[in-house]
T-cell receptor, first 116, second 113 residues
Framework: AQKITQTQPGMFVQEKEAVTLDCTYD???????LFWYKQPSSGEMIFLIY??????QNATEGRYSLNFQKARKSANLVISASQLGDSAMYFC?????????????FGRGTSLIVHP | DAGITQSPRHKVTETGTPVTLRCHQT?????MYWYRQDPGHGLRLIHY???????DKGEVSDGYSVSRSKTEDFLLTLESATSSQTSVYFC????????????FGEGSRLTVL
């Protein structure tokens, strides 16, 4: 079974609108972390945001926020006020456990296209 | 800048030839990873290292070996390349004391003919 599921292969959004990229996860650990990465067409992988399983508040980083719903095991990325430069692949990832090596597992990604 | 460089960035080779990809870091991080990226599969872990000479397998390790003789270098070797190993390979480091986030190299695009 996949540990990280991203059900949206592609998403489209109008510039300046908000968009939500879905991510659900599967783990039996109590301590875990969730991440989002961005991969623009140039190919590099960029770390965006992190949410810990014990964090009570949703993580935010500038225009990025993580809508963490623990009971539903979802960790959706919300991008507010989309910009053309947000067009990219977005990957959700999870690491399990609270110590030692954190080995992240990635979802298959969602392609986001921002229209002018 | 996480100080990670991969080489070569692009390589075309023939089936059956050996290939080594190098990942070099400048910040002495303990944990290093090799992933491959293929359309529709996201990133899949090949091997990882938790210190000099300490390595372990990931989910797609068949056909790959790794070595880490120095903290700063993590080598990925395809002993006999196959067309199914055509992919983009990413090296990543994971800072100790962080939350588990990864910082990636630029990627190495390998084509096996």
């Amino acid at each position: 079974a996949q540990k990280i599921t991203q059900t949206q292969p592609g998403m489209f959004v109008q510039e300046k609108e908000a968009v939500t990229l879905d991510c659900t996860y599967d783990t039996s650990d109590q301590s875990y972390g969730l991440f989002w990465y961005k991969q623009p067409s140039s190919g590099e992988m960029i770390f965006l945001i992190y949410q810990g399983s014990y964090d009570e508040q949703n993580a935010t980083e500038g225009r990025y926020s993580l809508n963490f719903q623990k009971a539903r095991k979802s960790a959706n990325l919300v991008i507010s006020a989309s910009q053309l430069g947000d067009s990219a692949m977005y990957f959700c990832a999870m690491r399990e456990g609270g110590g030692g090596s954190y080995i992240p597992t990635f979802g298959r990604g969602t392609s986001l296209i921002v229209h002018p | 800048d996480a100080g990670i460089t991969q080489s070569p960035r692009h390589k075309v080779t023939e089936t059956g030839t050996p290939v080594t990809l190098r990942c070099h870091q400048t910040e002495n991080h303990r944990y290093m990873y090799w992933y491959r990226q293929d359309p529709g599969h996201g990133l899949r872990l090949i091997h990882y290292s938790y210190g000099v000479k300490d390595t372990d397998k990931g989910e797609v390790s068949d056909g790959y070996s790794v070595s880490r003789s120095k903290t700063e270098d993590f080598l990925l070797t395809l002993e006999s390349a196959t067309s199914s190993q055509t992919s983009v390979y990413f090296c990543a480091i994971q800072p100790s004391g962080g939350d588990g986030e990864l910082f990636f190299g630029e990627g190495s695009r390998l084509t096996v003919l």
